[in-house]
């Protein structure tokens, strides 16, 4: 098994908008594990549940954050709206004064996707819905939250000053199409955030930077697959280990190597804890690339490498690798423009 992660963000104040459930809540988790203070924001709390059929809760997750060695704090927070997002930094501005980690995490776009059909036969107003949810509350969260990480500040007990990072969550470490029209908007959307946000902050020792999980194995994953976290090996005991579904990818033999939301959440804390993470700013990275290069594992021990199983069962596919990231950068904005930012 996994040690406990040392302490490496003791001190930082940290907001997770979209700590409910899945990758956002293993986020916060492994943040608190690594000391720091988290925000747990969503909608889903104790008081108002805001996803049918799902009992996860901000609340819960802000205990688990305390319980791991950190310090949770859940606020209720619809992050597609201006007026709440703007209360929550705040709220974090009277308390702390200062946010060293912001992760835009929040999503809510599973029951509004539909995977391999044509854009113009799927629900409009479910896509444009979830671009909202999924794109639009990512830039309102970083409008009001990036002033608040801009200024510089010392870490308690730390003789350096900290590097903020913004992390935009995503699926996918590539440019390929992603099966629906709206899925496949959001998710490069949102890595395209992480470069330019990226562009304007450089000079301003602020990393952002896109993150994938691979594989993830969510509570609704579990749910699917009628597993729990203690026994979800089982499922390679199926029959047609090889066969996905018609919409959606979940053939047994992919789901052995799945991985926790405790990985990407250790992912986030091996670039946060990283003095030099600004070398990587403006790019997307995958968990499993992150874990050999940080050497981070998963809770049961482990490094799941969901790219190298993909290429070897379904094929080679190309991901954001320094030859692509050379067309980005310098642009003619840049050149015409270097004062800008």
Known sequence: MSARPEKVLQGKIALVAGAT??????????????????????????????????????????????????????????????????????????????????????????????????????????????????????????????????????????????????????????????????????????????????????????????????????????DHFGVTEANWKDVGKRKNADKNSNDQNDAPRDFLVSESPRYIGRAVVALAADPRAMKKTGRVFSSWALAREYGFTDLDGTQPHWGNFARKKYGQYKICDDRFYSYWAPGLIDLIFPDWF
């Open 21 to 222: 459930r899945g990758a956002g809540r293993g986020i916060a988790v492994a943040l608190g594990e690594a000391g720091a203070t988290v925000y747990c924001t969503g909608r889903s709390s104790r008081k108002r549940h805001a996803t049918p059929g799902r009992p996860e809760t901000i609340e819960e997750t802000a205990e688990l954050v305390t319980a791991a060695g950190g310090s949770g704090i859940p606020v209720r927070v619809d992050h597609t709206e201006p007026a709440d997002v703007k209360k929550l930094v705040a709220l974090i501005k009277r308390r702390h004064h200062r946010l060293h980690i912001l992760v835009n995490d929040v999503w809510g776009g599973d029951a509004l996707t539909e995977f391999g059909k044509p854009f113009w036969t799927t629900n409009l107003d479910n896509g444009l819905r979830m671009l909202k949810q999924a794109v639009h509350s990512h830039i309102i969260t970083s409008h009001y939250a990036v002033p608040l990480m801009l200024a510089p500040s010392r870490v308690k007990g730390s003789k350096k000053s900290t590097r903020p990072i913004i992390f935009e969550i995503t699926d996918g470490d590539a440019f390929y199409y992603r099966g629906n029209l709206f899925y496949d908007l959001v998710k490069i959307s949102v890595i395209r955030l992480a470069f330019a946000m990226s562009r304007e902050l450089r000079k301003r020792n602020i990393v952002s930077v896109a993150l994938t999980p691979g594989f993830l194995r969510s509570e609704a994953v579990l």
